[in-house]
């Protein structure tokens, strides 16, 4: 049986997904005085998995959380989980009502396009407030929708249930904005996790910028990396955020790695900026930490329960789970049947005299098809019967026409030829008809040798009537020679033979 938790009624819990580790913050109910006890947890879920897409960082994610709920009795509470930009990209907008409607469009046309994200489908999930009357300031969070599914999977494995889905940048900029540290001008927010470092923006509790810089991966190497990325950080400001009062002159260190003492020196001697560790028992008086000396790897978890236990329009954010409710099936035939059920009734009951009118409608219109199908096949019949009956006399007429008819066989017609022509003799033309009469056309160098052709060609089985009709003399390309023209018959030895067999 799954265990309700204690503070499941109005404690406010949020845990952040980094890198490697689970983050959690419960903020619980405030006391008659005000106060208010924070809980803060951190377990590592990661340790074979290459990544939480895969089937061992689903299994590995799944084990971790049924540890912390069972350890922190969550199990029945509803729960709010935070993105580190390892699995959540969130892109900002700021303009006029039409650039910014634009800029989203198009961002959403390309977050395909995020493949450190992975290569499956991609979510996405926006807000957006007014700056004035004709400016707005736009949030597009994108995630990969299979890493987001896993996360739901294990949550619900494990009797949690998901409110909320945010990204870390957006979480960080609102507990700043709560502590009141960026009132007075934009503050540059350095997050560390295992998987590398990313810069944001933040100015009265808003995101202005979220990015992941080159060339390092580890707190002690911003030294070098933030002189490099200052200047361009500071034009982005004044030509994206011209409404932003102030100069970015405060760096906030937060995440899972450790600041060292020397490289915080070597950056404020080098930028002239103020850098300092993001403290969250600095953040609000009222809270009461029951673990000591809270880390600032727990500050995204509580900027996330800020969402919910002090809501503020301004620094709402995208909801990525809203998103996906939004694409998922609704179940509303439930809530249908609830509210509709008489109609319901009575729509059943003309559902079946109707059905019931349609059926004996169907069976007379059956009954009229199956009479014109047998009209039809009896005309068919007759039809078929008609053809037949001259296909059988047509067969009769071609049967007597094959008897009588004979086709020279003229393999046999040409072999003869080709033996009883002399050299110097060739043929033009050879004619026969169904007699046996043959007509042979040809050339030859000497008028003697078309005599010998005839002679033997008279003298070879099945030929008979052999005559020279003509010669006369012609000139061609090659040469002066003698055309002829010789007339016979060829009576084939086996058909003579079957005649023969016939008659006696």
Not at 236 to 241: E, I, L, M, Q, S
Not at 249 to 274: D, H, K, N, W, Y
Request: aromatic share 6%; glycine share 6%.
């Amino acid at each position: 049986m799954v265990r309700k938790a204690k503070h499941s009624a109005h404690a406010v819990v949020a845990i952040e997904i980094r890198h490697a580790s689970l983050v959690m913050a419960l903020l619980e109910p405030a006391e008659k005085d005000s106060r208010q006890r924070v809980r803060t947890r951190s377990i590592r879920w990661r340790y074979e998995a290459r990544s939480l897409r895969s089937e061992r960082g689903k299994q590995e994610l799944r084990t971790a959380l049924k540890t912390l709920v069972d350890e922190e009795h969550l199990a029945g509470a509803t729960v709010s989980f935070t993105l580190s930009g390892e699995y959540c990209v969130t892109r900002v907008v700021t303009g006029s009502s039409d650039e910014v409607r634009q800029e989203l469009a198009a961002l959403e046309e390309r977050k395909e396009l995020y493949l450190v994200l992975g290569p499956e489908r991609k979510v996405s999930a926006r807000s957006m407030h007014e700056l004035d009357a004709r400016h707005q300031h736009a949030l597009l969070a994108v995630a990969s929708g299979k890493a987001l599914d896993i996360v739901l999977q294990a949550a619900a494995a494990v009797g949690l249930d998901v409110g909320l889905m945010e990204p870390t940048a957006v979480a960080l900029c609102r507990l700043l904005g709560a502590a009141g540290e960026d009132a007075d001008g934009p503050v540059l927010i350095i997050d560390s996790s295992d998987a590398g470092l990313k810069l944001e923006i933040s100015y009265r509790g808003q995101l202005l910028l979220d990015c992941r810089p080159t060339g390092g991966s580890t707190v002690d190497e911003m030294d070098e990396i933030l002189p490099q990325n200052l200047a361009r950080l500071h034009r982005y400001c004044d030509r994206y955020y011209r409404y932003v009062q102030g100069p970015l002159s405060r760096v906030f260190l937060c995440g899972s790695l450790e600041p060292a003492a020397s490289a915080i020196s070597l950056m404020r001697r080098q930028t002239q900026l103020t850098v300092q560790v993001l403290d969250p028992a600095t953040v609000d008086s009222r809270w009461e930490f029951v673990e000591t000396d809270p880390g600032s790897e727990y500050c995204a978890a509580l900027g996330t329960c800020l969402r919910l236990a002090a809501p503020n329009p301004l620094a709402a954010g995208p909801n990525l789970i809203e998103q996906l409710n939004a694409e998922a099936p609704r179940p509303l035939f439930a809530e249908s049947c609830r509210v509709f059920w008489p109609v319901a009734v009575a729509a059943m009951i003309a559902l079946g005299l109707f059905g019931a009118t349609w059926y004996e409608r169907s069976q007379c219109d059956r009954l009229g098809q199956d009479q014109q199908v047998i009209e039809a096949s009896a005309g068919e019949l007759w039809k078929l019967r008609r053809e037949m009956t001259e296909a059988d006399t047509k067969a009769a007429h071609l049967r007597t026409i094959a008897k009588e008819a004979t086709v020279p066989p003229w393999e046999e017609i040409l072999t003869i030829v080709a033996r009883c022509m002399p050299e110097d003799v060739w043929l033009e033309k050879i004619a026969a008809d169904s007699q046996g009469k043959v007509a042979l056309t040809g050339n030859s160098y000497r008028e003697a040798t078309i005599y010998e052709f005839g002679t033997h060609l008279e003298s070879s089985p099945g030929w008979s009537y052999v005559t020279v009709e003509g010669t006369w003399p012609a000139s061609t390309r090659l040469g002066r020679m003698t055309k002829f023209d010789i007339q016979c018959k060829f009576d084939d030895p086996v058909n003579d033979s079957e005649e023969l067999d016939r008659s006696d």
